[in-house]
């Protein structure tokens, strides 16, 4: 079970989460807040026992890209999901500097959000296919010399694809392979960079310079 805590100061878009997390058989919602100083009496004052946060950065008094940061830094065990509206660059490099595991809009289906807490507890990089090519720009910037490529040429190629956010279906058409020839290609992916999720994938190729 993933012991999960909301910190939400929308009271509606809270209630909204809280129960389709108590809902959801493998997570064990943990407890809410409606601010960061609030979350902080809970998980940092008292230590309750908590794997992810997902954490809003609109909130009142302390952002939550601010509580973020000083949550990992008081508790780094914890991994913590961004859920927002924002899309701005700086915002979301912001966001993973300060010690986020994921980013993922309210926009999005809630299923992508259950991917992202998921994501985040084993210890992987979740990434909003819509904003996914903001902060892979950015990474690409800072990525390190390139390093011996474990990945075939067209495991290379199917990389790229995915690395912009395309949809398998959408990589078979442009690869001009089939539907499950792409996901086998993915799963070989997923082995040799040792990701457990696609957004993990590209950022540790982009890191390390092999796309």
């Known amino acids: 079970m993933i012991r999960v805590f909301l910190v939400e100061d929308h009271a509606l878009m809270r209630t909204g989460l809280k129960k389709t997390l108590e809902n959801t058989p493998d997570i064990d919602f943990s407890g809410e807040s409606s601010s960061a100083e609030e979350a902080f009496a809970t998980l940092v004052d008292r230590k309750a026992p908590v794997d992810v946060v997902v954490m809003d950065i609109g909130l009142p008094g302390k952002s939550g890209i601010t509580a973020t940061r ?68 950015r990474i690409r910037m800072l990525r390190q010399p390139e390093e011996d490529n474990p990945l075939s040429q067209r495991e290379t190629e199917i990389l790229k694809l995915l690395s912009q956010g395309l949809s398998n279906r959408e990589i078979g058409e442009v690869a001009g392979i089939s539907l499950s020839t792409v996901k086998a290609h993915i799963q070989s992916i997923l082995e040799k960079l040792s990701a457990s999720t696609r957004a993990d994938a590209a950022v540790k190729a982009i890191k390390k310079g092999l796309i």
Do not use: N, W
């Open 70 to 137: 000083a949550l990992r830094q008081a508790r780094p065990e914890v991994r913590v999901v961004m859920y927002t509206v924002h899309r701005v660059e700086e915002e979301i490099f912001s966001a993973f500097t300060a010690g986020a595991d994921g980013y993922c809009l309210k926009d999005t289906t809630v299923d992508s959000l259950l991917l992202a807490i998921r994501a985040a507890d084993m210890g992987s990089v979740y990434l909003d296919p819509a904003i996914a090519h903001l902060a892979l720009d």
